[in-house]
């Protein structure tokens, strides 16, 4: 893949993401990129895996989705805003998209699969390598209470690639969807005890209040997560193009860190997990710590 082609499908969703309640015609999108309506239509289906209006609908769908579950906004308002021309025209894509009428989610809340738009990256072997500045990693120690998460187990997964390649990683969007979540999903890395027999590693799961008495999702269960002390990293706001180094720079921070620093030591019978890496706020992973002694 070319990086001249990734540039532009960058573009192209940024550009959408930026218009995503305005009305988007490609003839926008070519101006935008300097490329021809059809050249910039083909190239963005070759490298997302489907076409730009496609994409436009399942991310207004999505962000309509959570503005129905998390105001009291009238349907129709929703619609407009995210630029549908009539209620019954939104009201048959959103069933469609998620098989459930947007009044009846608006007031029952179910766990659906959202649509999550990753931003294409250029590959890390065809780019020239450069060094990378020291920058700083922040830590701090937070006390997590006892609480529950919502999970989908793999059999063998040690990372997100090998999860993703055995199960899906479309779960993401289902737990983003989870309106009762005390925060975002994340990606875990469970101890032994933490694990299920003939389970992977490496996990999925969102967070919720111990007495959570919601829908599970198929393919999910509940997990009890014990109170614990949490130690989380922070690294620097960095460009999403160098994503790989910069998370990787703070990846190999955090494993050489030495947490008797602070006091503490790592609790080999917890867990590990991370966010979703965002380049606006930095890499973030916590790790279950204990006091030393």
């Given at each position: 893949m070319s990086e001249e082609k990734i540039r532009i499908v960058k573009e192209i969703q940024k550009f959408i993401k930026a218009n995503i309640k305005n009305q988007i015609t490609l003839s926008d999108i070519s101006k935008h990129v300097n490329y021809s309506l059809w050249y910039s239509a083909r190239i963005f289906k070759e490298v997302v895996g489907m076409s730009v209006f496609t994409y436009i609908r399942r991310m207004r769908l999505t962000h309509a989705a959570q503005?129905?579950?998390?105001?009291?906004?009238?349907?129709?308002?929703?619609?407009f805003d995210f630029v549908f021309d009539s209620h019954e025209g939104f009201t048959r894509a959103f069933a469609k998209e998620f098989s459930v009428n947007p009044k009846e989610y608006q007031k029952s809340p179910i766990p659906l699969q959202?649509?999550?738009?990753?931003?294409?990256?250029?590959n890390s072997i065809e780019r020239k390598s450069k060094k990378m500045d020291a920058k700083a990693v922040f830590i701090q120690i937070i006390e997590r209470p006892l609480r529950k998460a919502i999970v989908k187990?793999?059999?063998?997964?040690?990372?997100?690639?090998?999860?993703?390649?055995?199960i899906d990683c479309d779960i993401w969007g289902v737990l983003s969807s989870i309106k009762e979540a005390i925060s975002e999903p994340v990606g875990m890395w469970l101890s032994n005890k933490l694990k299920k027999e003939n389970t992977s590693t490496y996990i999925q799961g969102v967070e919720v209040s111990y007495d959570y008495q919601g829908i599970i999702p198929e393919g999910c269960e509940l997990m009890e997560l014990p109170a614990s002390m949490m130690m989380i990293f922070q690294g620097e706001p960095y460009d999403d193009d160098n994503f790989r180094e910069e998370v990787g720079q703070v990846m190999n921070y955090i494993t050489k860190y030495d947490p008797s620093v602070y006091g503490y030591e790592y609790d080999e019978d917890g867990y590990r997990f991370q966010y979703e890496p965002q380049g606006y706020r930095g890499y973030i992973e916590g790790r279950t710590v204990k006091k030393l002694g």
């Open positions: 503005v129905l579950r998390d105001t009291d906004s009238r349907v129709i308002d929703v619609a959202y649509f999550i738009p990753f931003e294409v990256m250029e187990r793999a059999k063998t997964a040690n990372n997100y690639f090998e999860y993703c390649d055995e």
